[in-house]
């Protein structure tokens, strides 16, 4: 009987600081790439195509894919979108460290690349229907164009939540790329649980503070800089203290046990 319990694949030690840890650098890669691949569409489609066999529908396909219903909703709370972006993406790591990671073969990104399959399909077939884009976009008017960015996006998440997660999780910072010497377990652990740590308590600590600001404020008020509305302070602020939540909780990390 212990045979067979010592045979079923069970997590790495320290899978859940280090599963928070890479959803948010998975995360933040992907919402980057978003921005970055929304910029070359915006470019696209404003500019003037040659006249050759499939130009206009490309032309056109491009236009939908930079407005219709689905930005219109994001856009009308981007940084509500973003810290949900952000904590879905740390939630989907947490589930990978826990029980496919183990599971699955291969290297570390190949590992999260075939785990990133799940939450791309889920968000075609699931996701894009309710927010009213349709089965796998097509309502959006953009023809194959939303397959094809969520390949992409989710395929930079899944990789780089394997590769975080996995081998270079274990590289000293001042000894990459250079995979030959690492740190110890117990200080690679030691930093991660501090990082972890730091993420989620400067998220609720910012969500926290972001809804006292709102108390004060009042919703009709104006609240942030460039237009957003003051319901925009808690998923704002919330984002930042996780932002320097884990830069706080890595440079606490790499403090020697037992210092002061």
Do not use: K
Request: charged share 10%; proline share 7%.
């Amino acid at each position: 009987m212990s045979a067979e319990l010592s045979a079923v694949p069970r997590p790495a030690p320290g899978w859940l600081p280090r599963s928070i840890l890479s959803g948010f650098i998975a995360s933040m890669a992907m919402l980057i790439s978003f921005f970055v691949a929304y910029g070359a569409a915006r470019v696209a489609a404003s500019v003037t195509l040659a006249d050759r066999r499939g130009a206009e529908t490309f032309h056109e396909w491009v236009q939908a894919l930079t407005n219709n219903q689905v930005l219109d909703l994001a856009t009308g709370s981007v940084c509500a979108a973003g810290a949900v972006h952000l904590t879905v993406g740390v939630l989907w790591a947490v589930v990978y460290a826990y029980y496919f990671e183990p599971r699955l073969p291969g290297a570390g990104w190949l590992r999260g690349l075939v785990f990133a399959f799940i939450p791309w399909v889920l968000s075609l077939v699931v996701f894009m229907p309710v927010v009213g884009g349709g089965f796998l976009g097509f309502a959006l008017g953009a023809g194959p164009l939303p397959i094809i960015g969520n390949v992409i996006l989710h395929t930079i998440y899944g990789m780089s939540l394997g590769a975080v997660y996995g081998p270079l999780g274990d590289i000293a910072a001042d000894e990459f790329p250079n995979a030959g010497v690492v740190d110890e377990p117990e200080v690679v652990a030691q930093y991660e649980r501090a990082a972890a740590r730091g993420i989620v308590a400067g998220a609720i600590g910012g969500f926290v503070v972001g809804i006292v600001l709102l108390a004060l404020a009042g919703t009709q008020t104006a609240g942030l800089p460039f237009g957003l509305p003051a319901l925009a302070f808690p998923p704002v602020l919330a984002v930042i203290g996780a932002s320097l939540g884990g830069l706080v909780g890595s440079i606490s990390g790499l403090a020697p046990r037992g210092a002061h």
